[in-house]
């Protein structure tokens, strides 16, 4: 299928949780069936510092309008997941860290680090 890519933006100030909800909308060229993905990015706090993870969702939705208004609901439980798996992959990587034997070699600078593998969060 082929399809066309529509970006619409709702700014809302007054919104603390979504000050700006983006939705994009597909639409199957030969059909017109659209589809709405809804677009967030997550600020989480990691070892690493504040860290941004981009978080998409299908809306299902009959038009635009109506989208916009199940935004939040729709997106909610994607946000609760992401921030799950973002959780329990640091904790992975705080339990290897903490299990780690450290060689005298290692001290100091040259150690690699704890390396967050964003694709086991997905």
Not at 70 to 78: D, L
């Amino acid at each position: 299928m082929i399809y066309k890519k529509e970006e619409y933006v709702q700014e809302n100030a007054e919104s603390e949780k979504f000050p700006l909800k983006q939705i994009e909308v597909l639409t199957d060229v030969e059909t017109k069936e659209e589809r709405y993905f809804g677009h967030v990015t997550l600020g989480v706090q990691t070892p690493m510092g504040v860290q941004q993870f981009p978080v998409s969702f299908e809306v299902p939705a009959a038009s635009i309008k109506e989208a916009f208004e199940k935004f939040e609901v729709s997106a909610e439980p994607k946000i609760e997941e992401t921030r799950k798996s973002i959780e329990q992959e640091i904790q992975r990587i705080r339990q290897e860290a903490s299990n780690r034997i450290v060689t005298p070699g290692e001290v100091g600078m040259g150690g690699k680090g704890n390396i967050v593998d964003f694709n086991r969060l997905k």
